[in-house]
């Protein structure tokens, strides 16, 4: 057998388990930590909500500049894609899930673009805009109907995510 | 009353300050008291040279060095410190490829933001209560990419016919 062909299995002693229960614990995770996280997070939203907010100001600045150069300012686009990545990934924990879903449509968008033409940046700046909009009128959680028919919209022209 | 989760010792490599703070949080919440931070993933390999880790949280789109590239150094290099340390992948990132990517990397766990309290808890029990074998392969090393390990009830037909010696710790079959 040649030796790149080998396969090696390898079972590395787990000291983990053993070392956090500490024989006073019934086996297990305590069913009730998730819940204890939960309400943490939920006491952490006013905090998350001012980053949210200040990304949002960043986002906004950022559009001017791709707007402003025509798309050709490649480190605009590139950090209007990093924003927007962020605002996807954090949008929900602030209570903004809408920012959530429009952030990721965003930056699926911005990184399908070698070479955004004025319809292309259009379609970023009413990203941008319906962002800034969900953040200024406080629309929390993903039911509000006016955000849901922007999504839809904008999603037809992205496509959702699979 | 479950695990005492005040003796885990955790490391958190993401570049926003925001999320490390958020899953500090969590972690905080559920009992976890030591919680290292780091920035990137040359700040990460750093703290994993300065002292023990039992788990790591990382994000994967970080500058300099991104997520996949820690992720990468802590299983192959040669100086890594613990290269069987369980790391859960936190990542708005969630297309399918870019899933097998992370997987093809090394990873342990993979979790998408944005997190939720019980996805987080649910990856760590999976890792406490399920840890998986390692694989060493041509190009791979890192845990068994197998979800499913069903037990195969046949003869043995691997290495001309000789039972697998269930008491090693390490098995080298043929791929």
Redesign the interface.
Known sequence: ?AD?????????P?T??S????G????????A??A??????E??KP??KL?VQGEVGRLQALMAKVLASQGKDQAAMKEMF?VS??L??????AGFNLI?RFG?SL?RYIESQKDPGAKEIAIMKAHVDSIAAIMSRGIQGDNNPIGLAIAAELEKVVGR?? | MGYNLSKLRLLVVDDSKNMRMLVKTVLNALGVQIVREAGDGEAGLQELRSGPIDMAIVDWMMEPMDGLEFVRQVRTAEDSPNPFLPIIMMTGHTERHRIFKARDAGVTEFLAKPITAKSLLLRMTNIIEHPRPFVRAKGYFGPDRRRRSEEFKGPERRGAGKPADSTSDTKTVQA
């Open positions: 057998m790149e062909d080998k396969v090696q299995i390898i079972n590395p787990n983990l388990r070392r956090l229960d500490d006073k614990a019934t086996k297990g995770m305590d069913p930590l998730a204890i996280a939960e309400k943490a997070l006491d952490a905090q998350v980053h990093a990545f962020e996807k990934g954090q949008g929900t924990s959530t990721d930056c995510p699979t």
